[in-house]
């Protein structure tokens, strides 16, 4: 009986592939590369093992491999997730991406590439390994320090860039060399359809899988999930994208609705499977005589990546505002290269436009900066210790008062806040309508004028159609005003500042006019559109505002409802913390999360009788007991086996208190929110009226279930305040708390 080859090659693959992972998980290291290994051993260069024989079947497995990769990427990204990122996460990464690609291009051309070759070595230099990172973190034990917060941030922020090169790459391929013209186009293209996906996925996605909600169990809900992600590839393929970048759009989009984590679990095998073919082939592409021959380039780019990327990465730390301590272990953290740098190097290869050392090359950096990572973060602190010896004290005081200077918070002005609103309100509401025109000219009215005769009539019923489809759109471009008290304030209280907002509001409507008259002059004469047409579409979309403005509240209201959904839903299950893990540097103290074992001998005890706070100046910022949350627990609270507690502090602070901790906690990680409890930092001024009250007086702790943990007066620092304390004005105040209820608390 005849069997395929395809099957043949797929049983040699995962039978070599778990075999060889099963030894890499034997000696705790990256299952990536035993997959590439395995594919080293089966691949036609090596003739000790079966090898592959229809490689081409097993390249199309390794593309759906890809695209299950990074529907999985987004399914864990969200776009809540990036929101989330902090600034100082957004500039450090941002910094390290631009120096490593300038530099990895330099090094590129300076060692004799071409000019493909080194744009490509680039952009595989930009992304650091998630997996490799999280597993030196947990074998470390530092996922509870300060510094872990920021790389995630980084780690985030990677991933969009590196999905945003995997659209721009093609098209550098294409015509041989930067075009700076072609580059804006295609973003600007790509950052179009990215907010039209967005707005109609997050309209329609959660709407429909709550309404079919009873029909879908496991089965039906994996294949549609699938099938939507195959359909969003085919559409991005369709309008010039990256089949990667329509994957991972539809798992960002998914990840937005209360199906994401059951949709990620019941995909996992799927990702796990055709990941693994991926990876193989990848190894299969290796040649070990290639990776010998080009000895010097991998030694080189080795040095590049960690030297490079500790710099950059520290650099830009530095820059955001972390303290120096904090940057070096950020820099040191991030010196490997990830699982992109092979898909990016693929897709040269698929392109047809890098050489053939590219990929060798990328794998061998890749598997020596695996190896020395785990050392690099744990010799971080000795490493920082070092330089403090080498340091000028000059410049180690300019550090500290710049890092201390970018934590003083500037209140935000009421008219950059309206200002948001308006942007916010003016590029949704143009992105729709936009693309209603364009389908209304390339589909809408195509077909019309098939089926009408009269070019008059059929150019009338495309108007009147794409006018109502697209009025509440217009209404909310031309009239919708930003929800919040900011304006108010500049319109009711401040009469100077009406000037701009009167101006704004010109400007938007005549947006909305040149773009009804953009749509008519394709039908009609500019004559007629301009002197007829326009102005009784005008008239009638004025007479009409208000159903117009109904409707156009409906949609908005289905939008946010669906935005916020899986939030609200989790929030209703459990309560959820946001531990602020990318802004709460607030010095160096952040917020950790620690479960209590039923062996803790201080189970039963009260606060009081701990005396952490103390001892270690230690603070305990919730206690969540099930689906209770103890909001800044008293002096009288008891812990109890299980109970999951939050605690402020520094590194310096945590590993004062490291003996309690590693013998009487399990430390766990959890990026989700127990119910919105940041460390915020608030200014005494006119907005929160708080000047010469006490911090007991002040009713902070009642107003924002929280407590004060810190004071910055005239640079200098009050930790852990007396309830007696007298804030004064310009106080810089640290809380932690209910992160909505600081907000009303400085809006008051």
């Known amino acids: ?21 099963l030894l890499f998980r034997r000696i705790r290291q990256p299952l990536v590369l035993g997959y590439i290994i395995t594919g080293l051993l089966v691949s036609p ?13 097993v390249k199309i497995l390794a593309e759906l491999g890809v695209i299950f990769l990074l529907f999985s990427l987004g399914l864990e990204f969200s776009f809540k997730k990036l929101m989330r990122v902090g600034g100082a996460a957004s500039i450090t990464a941002l910094i390290e991406i631009a120096c490593v690609i300038v530099a990895g291009y ?3 051309r300076l060692i004799g590439w071409n000019n493909i070759d080194s744009i490509f070595l680039g952009a595989l230099l930009a992304s650091s390994s998630t997996t490799i ?12 320090k300060g510094f ?8 985030v922020v990677e991933d969009l860039v590196v999905i945003l090169l995997l659209v721009l790459l093609p098209t550098i391929a294409a015509s041989q060399s930067f075009d700076g013209t072609t580059m804006l186009l295609t973003l600007l293209k790509l950052l179009f359809f990215l907010a039209l996906w967005f707005v109609l996925g997050i309209f329609l996605l959660p709407t429909f899988l709550k309404k079919m909600h009873k029909f879908l169990d496991e089965e039906t809900l994996l294949i549609l999930s699938i099938g939507l992600c195959l359909g969003m590839v085919v559409l991005a393929t369709r309008v010039g994208f990256s089949a990667e970048l329509g994957a991972f759009v539809m798992g960002s989009l998914l990840a937005e609705t209360t199906s994401a984590e059951k949709i990620e679990d019941l995909s996992r095998p799927v990702k796990n499977v055709f990941g693994a073919v991926f990876f193989v082939s990848v190894g299969m592409m290796i040649d070990p005589r290639a990776i010998l021959e080009n000895k010097w380039p991998v030694i080189t780019i080795v040095l590049l990546t960690i030297v490079g990327k500790f710099v950059s990465t520290t650099i830009g730390a530095i820059i955001s505002g972390q303290p120096l301590k904090q940057s070096v272990q ?26 053939n050392f590219l990929f060798p090359v990328a794998v061998g950096v890749s598997a020596i900066t695996t190896f020395t990572t785990p050392y690099l973060i744990k010799y971080s602190e000795p490493f920082y210790n070092f330089l403090l010896k080498i340091i000028p004290p000059k410049w180690l005081s300019a550090l500290n008062r710049y890092s201390s200077g970018t934590q003083k918070i500037q209140a935000e002005s009421n008219l950059k806040i309206v200002l948001k609103g308006y942007l916010t309100i003016i590029f949704a509401n143009g992105i729709v309508i936009i693309a209603i025109m364009l389908l209304s000219v390339k589909i809408i009215q195509p077909f019309l004028f098939e089926k009408i005769k009269d070019p008059f009539y059929a150019g009338l019923i495309s108007i009147i159609g794409t006018l109502l489809i697209a009025a509440p759109f217009f209404w909310g471009l031309m009239q919708k005003r930003p929800a919040n008290m900011a304006y108010k304030e500049l319109w009711l209280n401040k009469k100077y500042n009406r000037g701009p907002l009167l101006i704004i509001e010109v400007l938007r409507n005549l947006l909305g006019a040149i773009l009804i008259g953009f749509l008519l002059d394709h039908f009609f004469s500019g004559r007629i559109a301009l002197l007829i047409l326009l102005p009784v579409a005008l008239v009638l979309f004025f007479v009409f505002a208000k159903r117009i403005q109904k409707f156009y509240g409906r949609l908005e209201l289905r939008f946010l409802t669906n935005l916020h959904e899986r939030e609200v839903a989790e929030r209703a299950l459990r309560p959820i913390i946001d531990t602020g893990i990318y802004d709460l540097s607030a010095w160096d103290t952040h917020l950790s999360n620690y479960k209590i074992p039923p062996e803790a001998v201080y189970v039963g005890q009260a606060l009081i009788a701990l005396q952490w706070r103390e001892k270690y100046g230690v603070n305990i910022a919730y206690i969540k007991r099930g689906e209770r949350i103890i909001y800044a627990p008293k002096r009288n609270d008891v812990l109890y086996p299980y109970d999951e507690i939050g605690l402020i502090a520094t590194d310096e602070q945590l590993q004062t208190a490291q003996p309690v901790l590693d013998s009487k906690f399990e430390y766990f990680n959890n990026n989700a ?3 919105d409890v940041v460390l915020q930092k608030i200014v005494v001024d006119e907005f929160t009226k708080l000047k010469n009250m006490s911090i007991r007086d002040s009713g902070i702790r009642e107003r924002t279930n929280g407590l004060v943990v810190g004071i910055e007066r005239d640079n200098e620092r009050i930790v852990n305040p007396e309830s007696s304390t007298i804030l004064e004005w310009g106080d810089i105040i640290w809380i932690v708390g209910n992160k909505q209820k600081i907000k009303t608390l400085i809006k008051q």
């Open 1 to 21: 009986m005849h069997l395929p080859k395809l099957i043949e090659d797929l049983a040699l693959i995962l039978f070599a592939g778990a075999v060889v992972t």
């Open 45 to 57: 260069h090596v003739s000790l093992f079966p090898t592959v024989v229809d490689e081409a079947n």
């Open 106 to 108: 330099t090094v590129g």
């Open 133 to 144: 990172i999280l597993r030196a973190f947990d074998e470390l034990g530092m996922k509870g």
């Open 148 to 155: 872990a917060g920021i790389v995630f941030g980084v780690l």
């Open 330 to 355: 950020v820099g040191m953290s991030m010196a490997q290269i990830g699982e992109f740098a092979f898909i990016i190097a693929s897709l040269g290869v698929t392109l047809g436009v890098t050489s």
């Open 673 to 675: 929110l127990v119910e």
